[in-house]
């Protein structure tokens, strides 16, 4: 009996516990989540291109910057938001890295509590809202690299006002709802397709929200304001000049056709599985750069394809698929969400990412769950089944994915290559040893010194030219790639002529076309075994032949 009373009393403890979490504790649960995950990141320097936006800011006058990041003349890409947030971020903490990352999980624990609005806001379904938050906030393939380094403001920046305008909308505040429109599209141009997604709201989740406002007949009155959204924004594209690259080698080039859209799609399927499942990184296919626009599709892609069907078939299965039915509506909502939110990139056809699903990914895990939830009432043939399968769910997820981070990051600089990453893990470890490693060595560096590396993605790592100078304070050191260096009766040199007029910058009027290497301003690194190695400049002359001289 006493047994038995000790079981009774836990139950009526756990029960108190869920019903306090389930009333106020949830906003603090997602905090935490999203600390026990990517708390690391705070521990992160300054990666690739984060120290080109600070060099900026750092060697810009301030009125010339805000001038300069507001001009749209000649951008391809306009994101003056996410620049302000540099400027002002940089005057407050400096070179503090630290302090760029808290902000940056703060604006990530916004968003997932949008997120969760916004699908209670649609369902009045506490468990979706909060289960698709929870999903959102600790996708951790998707949202490492947008926290891991502090140009994923654009992404954050974009995703916050995106959330916000679908908020706003769905609350009948349309003139905020634009305003916070026209913020997302100079957070990230890839939020252009939220005027669309907030018609096909209007047409198909309206009356099941509210019976007041306009009616869908005259949509004037709710998108007047978005018009005039999309006119100046228009008008700052066309006052660009900047059209969309035409080389088929272009990073950022767009073909609306071809076997790189079907390639793309395919992708994006494999990681959206892999954000949502409770298992990371699933072996579903070769994932090497080189195979993104070659060599043929793994049956596995195929599987994963024909699972995603399955997933947004069966979460409107929960329905009796009739238009009228509010459930079908809003759970059509969802799949126009997740499908325009990728539009813009799988027509991109040298440069897939993971972090571009972020835009889709609440609609992505809405489906998913809803699909979870049907697939356990139909096995079990009970409702309760279904609550308690998502929320062993959403524990299991959260968990792989804190296993996830971790995991990668305990291998450092020995990270490999994730198929749709920068690979920033590996990049912040080379950064760090470059950065702590040559402070301590070289203290104070000779104007003009050339720092040479032989790894192209460490250089990439601390931003070329600009870590060095910020770190040192000097805009005369140099920095270069070992491949570059070529030799002849004079000596060693540079020849590049773009690399060296990016080196010298507006100091001289002429760059020279070559630059020979002074011994005694030439220090010359490696990295091995996750520490800086420095060689002698000897190690240079010995292997110039290998280094195309």
């Known amino acids: 009996m006493k047994s038995f009373g000790r079981l009774y009393m836990v139950h009526l403890q756990l029960e108190f516990t869920l019903r306090m979490l389930k009333e106020k504790g949830l906003p603090y649960l997602l905090l935490l989540i999203i600390v026990a995950i990517f708390w690391k990141t705070t521990t992160y320097p300054f990666i690739e291109d984060d120290w080109f936006r600070l060099y900026h800011v750092a060697t810009t006058g301030f009125l010339e910057y805000v001038i300069g990041i507001f001009s749209p003349y000649g951008k391809l890409f306009y994101r003056p938001l996410g620049h302000i947030f540099f400027l002002f971020s940089y005057y407050l903490f400096g070179l503090s890295s630290g302090a760029f990352h808290v902000l940056l999980l703060l604006l990530h624990f916004c968003n997932a ?70 913020c997302a599209f100079l957070f990230q141009e890839g939020t252009a397709f939220l005027p669309v997604l907030l ?56 073909t609306l056709f071809g076997s790189h859209v079907v390639r793309n799609v395919f992708f994006y399927l494999k990681w959206a599985l892999d954000a949502v499942l409770p298992v990371k990184g699933l072996p579903l296919g070769a994932m090497h750069p080189n195979s993104w626009t070659t060599g043929p599709i793994p049956l596995s892609w195929y599987i994963a394809a024909a699972f995603a069907a399955l997933i947004v078939a069966l979460g409107l299965a929960k329905t009796k698929f009739s238009l009228r039915s509010e459930n079908t509506k809003t759970a059509l909502f969802f799949c126009m969400w997740l499908f325009l939110g990728l539009g813009p ?28 939830r049907s697939m356990l009432r139909y096995v079990a043939r009970k409702n309760n089944y279904g609550a308690i399968g998502v929320a062993a769910y959403l524990a299991c997820a ?16 020995g990270h490999g290559y994730i198929g749709g990453d920068n690979n920033l893990v590996k990049k912040a470890y080379a950064v760090t040893a470059v950065q702590e490693g040559l402070l301590r060595k070289y203290p104070v560096l000779p104007d003009y010194g050339l720092l040479v590396f032989e790894d192209r993605d460490v250089l990439w790592s601390f931003g070329f030219v600009a870590g060095p100078r910020l770190w040192y304070k000097n805009n005369t050191l140099m920095v270069v790639d070992k491949m570059l260096l070529k030799k002849d009766q004079k000596g060693l040199y540079i020849d590049n002529a773009k690399w060296l007029a990016g080196m010298f910058g507006k100091r001289v009027a002429h760059v020279p076309e070559r630059v020979y290497l002074d011994p005694t301003r030439t220090f010359v690194f490696k990295i091995k075994d996750g520490e800086l190695k420095e060689e002698g400049f000897s190690s240079l002359l010995a292997s110039t032949d290998n280094v195309g001289g």
């Open 199 to 254: 018609v096909g709201y209007a047409v198909l989740c309206r009356s099941s929200t509210s019976a007041s406002g306009l009616s869908i007949e005259n949509p004037a009155g709710k998108f007047r304001a978005h018009g005039l959204v999309l006119f100046i924004y228009a008008l700052i594209k066309l006052l660009s000049q900047k059209s969309i690259p035409a080389s088929q080698q272009d990073a950022y080039n767009v």
């Open 345 to 372: 990139v799988v027509f991109l056809k040298n440069h897939t990412f993971r972090y571009y699903l972020s835009y889709s990914l609440p609609a992505l895990a809405a489906l998913f769950i809803l699909f979870l």
């Open 398 to 413: 959260t968990i792989a994915s804190g296993w996830y981070f971790y995991s990668s990051d305990a291998k450092g600089a």
């Open 113 to 182: 509590l949008l997120v969760s609005s916004i699908i209670y806001r649609l369902t009045r379904d506490r468990l979706l809202s909060w289960g698709t938050a929870i999903i959102y906030a600790g996708a951790v393939t998707i949202h490492a690299e947008p926290l891991s380094w502090c140009v994923g403001i654009y992404y954050l920046g974009g995703a916050f006002f995106l959330y916000l305008s679908i908020d706003f909308f769905i609350r009948s505040r349309y003139t905020l709802s634009a305003l916070a429109c026209l």
